[in-house]
């Protein structure tokens, strides 16, 4: 299936959710979730919980969601 790896933005879309929603299900702030999608914030710094948080609401290994980055 190739082609480029999905990021963090891909995979919540992929999951058919806004921002909102996601930052709803993980407890993470969605100005904090946008900052990650954007590049404000590097994603490789991600704290491990809210990794895991992320990776579970969109159903992927915590490593996916560095994957693709920056857009």
Do not use: F, W
Not at 17 to 44: F, N, P, W
């Amino acid at each position: 299936m190739g082609g480029k790896p999905l990021g963090l933005k891909q995979l919540r879309q992929r999951a058919g959710l806004t921002q909102a929603k996601l930052a709803k299900m993980t407890g993470i702030a969605r100005t904090t979730l946008s900052g990650y999608e954007c590049g404000v914030y590097d994603v490789h710094q991600m704290t491990l919980d809210n990794a895991l948080r992320l990776s579970r609401a969109l159903g992927c290994h915590p490593s996916d969601l560095t994957d693709g980055y920056p857009d």
